[in-house]
C-alpha cells in the first residue's frame, strides 16, 4: 500500500512539475499543455491568487510541494521519525521527481529523434520544455559530431551524478 500511495504522489508531484515547465516555456498552445492546466486549475489557481503574479508558474510548485510535504508527514509519522528524517524525506521526493521527470523528457527527446518525430509534435514540446535547461548549456559545450549529438548522454550523465550525490548528501544518514 505504501508503494502505491508513494508512487501516486510522485506522479501528481510530476504533473504539476510538467505543468511549471510547460508554462515557463509558453506552450499554451499546446494541446497536452491546455489539458495539463485545465485539470490542475482548481488546485493551482487559489495560490497563484496569493503569491505575487510572475513569469513563472509558482502555484503549481507550491501545489508539488504539499504533495510532498503531505506524503513525507504520513511517512515520517509511519515510522515515527524526527524531524531531520522528515526534512530529508520531503526534499529527496521533491528532488528526485523533479530529476527523475527529466530524466524521462530526455528518453522521449532521444526516441523521438531516433523516430525522427516532428519537435513540434506536443508530447516532444513538453518534453523539450521539461529538458531545455539543461540540454542548452551542454549543447554549448559539447558540439554533435557528424550525425551523433552527446548531448543527451551528458544530460543523463550529470542527473544520474545529482541525483545519487543528493541521495548520499540527504539519505546517507538514514541509510547506514
Aim: net charge positive; aromatic share 12%; with cysteine.
Amino acid at each position: 500500500m505504501q508503494n502505491i500511495l508513494l508512487f501516486i504522489s510522485k506522479l501528481l508531484i510530476a504533473l504539476f512539475l510538467i505543468r511549471f515547465h510547460a508554462n515557463l516555456y509558453r506552450l499554451g498552445f499546446n494541446p497536452l499543455a491546455q489539458q495539463l492546466n485545465r485539470h490542475t486549475d482548481p488546485l493551482v489557481l487559489p495560490f497563484r491568487k496569493l503569491l505575487p503574479p510572475s513569469r513563472y508558474d509558482f502555484g503549481a510548485l507550491a501545489v508539488a510541494g504539499i504533495i510532498a510535504l503531505a506524503i513525507s508527514l504520513v511517512f515520517t509519522a509511519a515510522i515515527h521519525a524526527s524531524f531531520g528524517v522528515f526534512i530529508a524525506l520531503f526534499l529527496t521526493l521533491i528532488i528526485n521527481t523533479w530529476l527523475n521527470t527529466i530524466f524521462y523528457a530526455i528518453l522521449i527527446i532521444v526516441i523521438g529523434s531516433w523516430l525522427q518525430t516532428d519537435p513540434r509534435q506536443p508530447v516532444m514540446q513538453i518534453a523539450l520544455a521539461c529538458a531545455d535547461w539543461l540540454m542548452a548549456p551542454l549543447r554549448r559545450i559539447i558540439p554533435p559530431i557528424g550525425m551523433i549529438d552527446f548531448t543527451p548522454m551528458a544530460a543523463l550523465f550529470v542527473l544520474y551524478l545529482a541525483q545519487s550525490g543528493i541521495n548520499r548528501l540527504l539519505l546517507g544518514g538514514l541509510i547506514d
